[in-house]
């Protein structure tokens, strides 16, 4: 049986991603600002954050796959939507759902700078820090959580889901 056990409810969650999008407009108020969403886990913070967000700001997706339909990361790496827009000499923040550990990131960051960015910094809803493996800094966290497999608002387990308007740990 599969229980689901509550983390950060709706309010938690709004509460959260308004404080991290009023430091981010402050941040960048004199930048040119792209934010980088990591599909598909990302898809519903992103959504909330640009709308938050109250600098002018232009949005882009990648998508990567890591897992599978594991719970414990394959390491195996496949970018697969590059970017769309040129984004040489602005100043990037990618918004990921979830750092765990840190190979994701890292090699979007390595993937990123090829096009000659200004800046990369990392926007994560969730920095699960127990896992990591690289030396990777997240500027903007929303909630720092030790380890466990979590789901909801975006993030998913196997595809399923991804509509909880809230986050739960995934107990099996
Ligand atoms: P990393 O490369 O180990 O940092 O893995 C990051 C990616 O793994 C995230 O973008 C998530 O898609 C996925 N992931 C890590 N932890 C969880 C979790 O607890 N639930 C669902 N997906 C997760
Ligand atoms: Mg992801």
Do not use: W
């Not at 990921?96 to 979007?108: A, F, N």
Request: with cysteine; aromatic share 10%.
């Amino acid at each position: 049986m599969t229980d689901l056990i509550p983390v950060l409810n709706k309010d938690d969650i709004e509460k959260m991603v308004a404080d991290i999008a009023q430091k981010i407009s402050y941040d960048y108020k004199d930048s040119e600002l792209v934010l980088i969403g990591v599909l598909k886990g990302a898809f519903v913070f992103m959504s909330d954050l640009i709308r938050k967000i109250t600098i002018p700001v232009k949005i882009d997706f990648v998508s990567i796959s890591s897992y599978g339909s594991n719970t414990v990361s394959s390491k195996k790496i496949n970018l697969t939507k590059v970017i769309e827009i040129n984004i040489k000499n602005k100043d990037i923040l990618i918004v990921e759902d979830i750092v765990d550990t840190g190979l994701t990131l890292t090699y979007l960051i390595d993937y990123l700078k090829t096009f000659d960015p200004k800046s990369v910094k990392i926007c994560a809803l969730l920095d699960k820090y127990e896992r990591r493996e690289t030396e990777i800094e997240v500027a903007y966290p929303c909630h720092r959580l030790e380890k466990g497999f979590v789901v909801g608002y975006g993030i998913d387990y196997a595809e399923d889901y991804r509509n909880l308007p809230a986050i739960y740990h995934l107990k099996q």
